[in-house]
């Protein structure tokens, strides 16, 4: 059976999509943190595999001058089949007119998204609830003055 598409979070089980997170793994985040992300966020797509929510990512965009897409899991089960590049495609399509898409990604992930078009910010910068785990986990760069 092949991939059902979807954009629609009306029948989306939400519990399902936090599991989903979980085993990709792309962190333990909530049910109910994730509706209120995904139901913020102008742009979604829902994969499901016989019935089954097998990847995922969303975009928050303004309607003109810029996309941010980020959220993009796919269960280790479905991992290389290009079903992640094909998620990414279909979010960048619904975020053309925007005058700049850009993605949040995993540190390891960069030559990935690198083939999908997407290039390295020389002036891109966060503040992060966490800023040392930021750190520590290789999302952010240390500064100089940083605490060591």
Partial sequence: MPIRWSESLDTLDWDELSALYLA?????????WLKTVFSNSMFRCLAY????????????????????????????SHQGTGLGKEIITRLV????????????????????YGKLGFRRMST???????????LKQGYIAREAGDPA
């Fill in 24 to 32: 990709a793994p792309l962190g333990n985040k909530s049910p109910a």
């Fill in 49 to 76: 595999d016989e019935g089954r929510l097998v990847g995922v990512g969303r975009a928050l965009a303004d309607g003109a001058d810029c996309a941010y897409i980020c959220d993009v899991a796919v269960l280790p």
């Fill in 93 to 112: 399509v619904a975020s053309r007119g925007h005058r700049k898409i850009l993605l949040y990604a995993v540190p390891g992930k960069e030559s990935f």
């Fill in 124 to 134: 891109a910068m966060a503040i992060f609830e966490n800023q040392g785990m930021a």
